[in-house]
């Protein structure tokens, strides 16, 4: 009996050990990591690789407008020039009322849903630097206060050097 109650007793110690050990000290470390490594012959890459993911529009009301966003992106097509758009056409800020448009252009061009050059093929080819602005297009006569935010994705296309 007495032997009956000790191998219980073990039995039990080790099958509630394990729940004990997992619960008692617990760390965790959530890592993500990414990394885009481009060709050689062809990419459109901010200088800065956070940008676009946290950006501020800073209000002014002095003037009643919103700041101009610049950012320099390193750009190169070996084959050919490179052509831009807005996926979806626009670009805009919204408070779910209210909406701001936005005027985004890419090395002086101004874009929005048609593939439009952005860089020629003589300035693309052995790459080169060109920026970026983001500002308000036009204010909106009544625009509201509130808390606005805004979405948007730009395609780069190489697009191939036409042989003659």
């Keep these: 009996m007495f032997t009956k109650l000790v191998s219980a007793m073990v039995l ?13 000290d617990d760390a965790r470390s959530s890592i993500h990591i990414r990394a885009n490594i481009p060709t050689q012959q ?3 890459q901010p200088q800065h690789p956070d940008f ?16 101009v966003l610049r950012h320099i992106f390193n750009v190169k097509n070996a084959d050919g020039s490179i052509h831009a758009y807005i996926e979806e056409g626009r ?13 985004v252009v890419f090395n ?20 080169t630097q060109v920026e ?10 009544q625009h509201r206060p509130g808390y606005y935010t805004g979405d948007f994705t730009v395609i780069y296309d190489a697009v191939p050097r036409i042989s003659a």
């Design 91 to 103: 670009a805009f800020l919204s408070n779910g009322n209210t909406m701001i448009p936005l005027r």
């Design 132 to 141: 970026m602005t983001i500002r308000v297009d036009a204010m909106p006569v």
């Design 108 to 127: 002086g061009v101004r874009l929005d849903n048609i593939p439009r050059e952005v860089v020629d093929d003589l300035s693309s080819t052995p790459g």
């Design 52 to 67: 676009g993911k946290h950006e501020v529009m800073h209000y002014n009301p002095l003037n009643d407008d919103l700041g």
């Design 12 to 24: 039990g110690a080790v099958i509630l050990s394990p729940a004990l050990v997992i619960g008692a």
């Design 42 to 44: 062809f990419y459109v």
